[in-house]
């Protein structure tokens, strides 16, 4: 395996204030990662950093061995990194394919016209119910599938690097454990994922590797299924109440 992502000392402010202070982390080409800590940990801002849409202050981003630290989104984009933004944001009043079509939008610049409508296949390969539904207005669809959508419009990229904010966010429980699965799926189609999600136990059962932060802070790192026994976990994330959601 070889490095996609390596960060070293990354640290991101709004104004006076330090979201982010020194974060140093690392994937690996086929990997899922997860981000996870609790509100205002820094995990938006970090998957922000990366893509480019907010500035960082300092530290280094290197990408498939590039390093696009102060690299405009587009050009971040172009790259083959796609961030599925936390809340979905989706254009309610577009139709279902509009919106998918609207994450190639680089690649119909570039011509791409063949190698979008094989991806176009593949994404209704994976979420059928988009295609039964691709002329609906996204804003008539559930909330799992606005979730699906926003992930099609992610995929329609080509990304290497997938990036997922909170993508079971408001969803009910059994339709939460369904986007888990894509994920899982998603995986297996050799691709990279670094998933930011409140739900740990989801997120870490999925994930080959986790990192907790905690106030613009690495606290924890390690694999995946270590992450969910570690007592150090189960406090620092859920406090006093992790036995509702752990056991």
Same mark, same amino acid.
């Given at each position: 395996?070889?490095?996609?992502?390596?960060?070293?000392?990354?640290?991101?402010?709004?104004?006076?204030?330090?979201?982010?202070?020194?974060?140093?982390?690392?994937?690996?080409? +086929? !990997?899922?990662?997860? #981000?996870?800590? *609790?509100? $205002?940990?820094?995990?938006?801002t970090f998957l922000n950093s990366i893509s480019g849409v907010v500035d960082i202050s300092s530290g280094n981003i290197s990408f498939n061995g590039?390093?696009?630290?102060?690299?405009?989104?587009?050009?971040?984009?172009?790259?083959?990194?796609?961030?599925?933004?936390?809340?979905?944001?989706?254009?309610?009043?577009?139709?279902?394919?509009?919106?998918?079509?609207?994450?190639?939008?680089?690649?119909?610049?570039?011509?791409?016209?063949?190698?979008?409508?094989?991806?176009?296949?593949?994404?209704?390969?994976?979420?059928?119910?988009?295609?039964?539904?691709?002329?609906?207005?996204?804003?008539?669809?559930?909330? +799992? !599938?606005?979730?699906? #959508?926003?992930? *099609?419009? $992610?995929?329609?990229?080509?990304?290497?690097?997938?990036?997922?904010?909170?993508?079971?966010?408001?969803?009910?429980?059994?339709?939460?454990?369904?986007?888990?699965?894509?994920?899982?799926?998603?995986?297996?189609?050799?691709?990279?994922?670094?998933?930011?999600?409140?739900?740990?136990?989801?997120?870490?059962?999925?994930?080959?590797?986790?990192?907790?932060?905690?106030?613009?802070?690495?606290?924890?790192?390690?694999?995946?299924?270590?992450?969910?026994?570690?007592?150090?976990?189960?406090?620092?994330?859920?406090?006093?109440?992790?036995?509702?959601?752990?056991?």
């Amino acid at each position: 395996m070889t490095f996609l992502l390596k960060i070293r000392n990354l640290s991101t402010q709004y104004g006076k204030i330090r979201a982010l202070d020194g974060i140093s982390m690392h994937i690996w080409e +086929g !990997e899922i990662v997860s #981000l996870i800590g *609790a509100n $205002g940990a820094g995990k938006s801002t970090f998957l922000n950093s990366i893509s480019g849409v907010v500035d960082i202050s300092s530290g280094n981003i290197s990408f498939n061995g590039q390093d696009i630290s102060r690299k405009r989104p587009e050009e971040i984009v172009s790259l083959g990194i796609s961030q599925v933004p936390e809340g979905r944001q989706i254009f309610d009043s577009f139709s279902v394919i509009d919106n998918i079509m609207l994450g190639a939008y680089l690649r119909r610049k570039r011509g791409e016209k063949k190698e979008i409508a094989t991806d176009l296949e593949e994404v209704f390969t994976i979420f059928p119910i988009l295609e039964e539904r691709k002329k609906q207005s996204a804003g008539t669809l559930s909330g +799992g !599938e606005q979730q699906m #959508l926003a992930i *099609a419009r $992610g995929l329609m990229a080509r990304p290497k690097l997938l990036m997922l904010d909170e993508p079971s966010l408001g969803l009910a429980p059994k339709i939460a454990s369904e986007i888990m699965n894509v994920i899982k799926r998603l995986k297996e189609r050799n691709l990279t994922i670094l998933l930011v999600e409140q739900n740990a136990r989801a997120a870490l059962k999925i994930s080959d590797r986790g990192y907790v932060f905690e106030t613009g802070n690495v606290l924890l790192q390690g694999r995946g299924e270590d992450l969910l026994v570690d007592g150090d976990v189960k406090r620092a994330y859920l406090g006093r109440d992790y036995k509702e959601f752990w056991e």
